[in-house]
T-cell receptor, first 113, second 115 residues
Framework: AQSVTQLDSQVPVFEEAPVELRCNYS??????LFWYVQYPNQGLQLLLK??????LVKGINGFEAEFNKSQTSFHLRKPSVHISDTAEYFC???????????FGRGTSLIVHP | GAGVSQSPSNKVTEKGKDVELRCDPI?????LYWYRQSLGQGLEFLIY????????KSGLPSDRFSAERTGGSVSTLTIQRTQQEDSAVYLC?????????????FGQGTRLTVV
């Protein structure tokens, strides 16, 4: 069975500050890892993904995430956030024969001017 | 169509009534997922269709929930005898490749409110 833990339900940050959204997963097999973003009143969009290879993956809008197998983490980072980054961010895991992504509870990123 | 389309976008229903939620996936996508998004609960998997295979219903919370997918395209999620705890946003996603969920595209959801 797979599970995803997003440790922070809400992360407030000032504009142009760096941010890290934490994600830990549990799985007994190799996994695919994803971050999705949901802007207000919009559907989910894929932000970035880790399938294999380089553990540092870059996504859209300047976001990046690092896969750390020993710590079973896939934290999302951005060096300088904008007001427009205010959204709900979901970490997800799939793999090991399961085609169904398992999502975390989400982290609300709130960027203040 | 250009994306996954869900209808209605909002639905208010009285407790005890039945509701039907519709999902039009991206044309040609063989995989279709339903998720439920409750406040503070993240996305809860409900059901998964892949081609002509039997659907994976392991996420349906009770026998009041059912879903079908006609002709491998449009899907309908039905909730019978709705309860207040059914209030949530119901999200549909479709994918062209069941092995790589990265290609799953989500609709904007149906917000269901049971009063």
């Amino acid at each position: 069975a797979q599970s995803v833990t997003q440790l922070d339900s809400q992360v407030p940050v000032f504009e142009e500050a760096p941010v890290e959204l934490r994600c830990n997963y549990s799985s007994s097999v190799s996994v695919y890892l994803f971050w999705y973003v949901q802007y207000p009143n919009q559907g989910l969009q894929l932000l970035l993904k880790y399938l294999s290879g380089s553990t540092l993956v870059k996504g859209i809008n300047g976001f990046e995430a690092e896969f750390n197998k020993s710590q079973t983490s896939f934290h999302l980072r951005k060096p300088s956030v904008h007001i427009s980054d205010t959204a709900e961010y979901f970490c997800a895991v799939s793999g090991g024969g399961s085609y169904i992504p398992t999502f975390g509870r989400g982290t609300s990123l709130i960027v203040h001017p | 169509g250009a994306g996954v389309s869900q209808s209605p976008s909002n639905k208010v229903t009285e407790k005890g009534k039945d509701v039907e939620l519709r999902c039009d996936p991206i044309s040609g996508h063989t995989a279709l997922y339903w998720y439920r998004q409750s406040l503070g609960q993240g996305l809860e998997f409900l059901i998964y269709f892949q081609g002509n295979s039997a659907p994976d219903k392991s996420g349906l919370p009770s026998d009041r929930f059912s879903a079908e997918r006609t002709g491998g395209s449009v899907s309908t999620l039905t909730i019978q005898r709705t309860q207040q705890e059914d209030s949530a946003v119901y999200l549909c996603a479709s994918s062209s490749d069941r092995d790589i969920p990265e290609k799953a595209f989500f609709g904007q959801g149906t917000r269901l409110t049971v009063v």
